[in-house]
């Protein structure tokens, strides 16, 4: 069963195609709510994780046993008894790229970037042990970067498709957009250098590199189900 992995800038379309991905292979789609749902409830009171059919679609049992099984191990145990709960994890969600690639001024600092990267790689190394799973951002690529059975997607797209899209989906005006784009994108590539040491868009972590400003939603997603279906043999 694959597992697939996408990058790309805010606006090119990751999420969108992520979603018809993860319907034609049938697949989990996970991006960063179910982040944000798991460190939110850590060491509170276990309540049924929201439902948020906007951004998360098909959590079918296995995803959400997982994280309600974190929970509650953490609930009893206490954040310092659990790996994936351990100091930092509140950071774990992830808000945007710009909340979290800023560099460590103090050691505190730098140890609590370490503990939230071992907890963000246990949460996805655990959601893609059973495979059949779409993984958007957070670095997933790079975490996942030998797993068997998995296709890693960069995606590419000119600055203005990318603002547009983000003025048409967040009402805002031309400006706005220019703005939220460049601080984005300036925090994506921050991001992976401070916690992986690469540049994001290089080719080689990828096998799939797509330009969205040449090719279709569909065709894109052909190309992706196909090779994910190749080397799932």
Do not use: W
């Not at 992830?94 to 800023?102: N, Q």
Request: with cysteine; net charge negative; glycine share 8%.
């Amino acid at each position: 069963m694959p597992i697939i992995t996408f990058n790309g800038p805010i606006g090119c379309g990751g999420n969108e195609l992520g979603l018809k991905v993860a319907d034609t292979l049938d697949a989990d789609y996970v991006d960063r709510i179910v982040f944000a749902e798991a460190a939110k409830r850590v060491g509170s009171t276990m309540s049924a994780i929201a439902e948020k059919e906007e951004r998360v679609v098909r959590l079918r049992d296995r995803i959400a046993f997982f994280l309600q099984n974190m929970l509650e191990k953490s609930a009893v145990s206490g954040a310092a008894g659990e790996p994936y709960f351990s100091p930092g994890i509140e950071m774990l969600p992830g808000g945007e790229y710009s909340d979290l690639a800023e560099e460590p001024i103090t050691e505190g600092q730098r140890l609590s970037d370490g503990q939230f990267l071992a907890a963000m790689t246990g949460v996805v190394e655990e959601l893609a042990s059973s495979g059949n799973v779409v993984i958007i951002g957070r670095g997933a690529n790079i975490i996942l970067k030998d797993a068997p059975s998995t296709v890693h997607v960069a995606l590419a797209a000119s600055p203005q498709k990318c603002i547009d899209t983000i003025v048409e989906r967040e009402r805002f005006s031309q400006t706005e957009g220019e703005k939220f784009f460049t601080e984005a994108e300036r925090a994506r590539q921050a991001f992976f250098r401070k916690f992986f040491k690469v540049q994001c868009d290089n080719p080689s972590l990828y096998h799939v590199c797509l330009n969205m400003d040449r090719i279709s939603l569909d065709t894109a997603a052909q190309i992706v189900v196909h090779t994910a279906r190749d080397l799932d043999g």
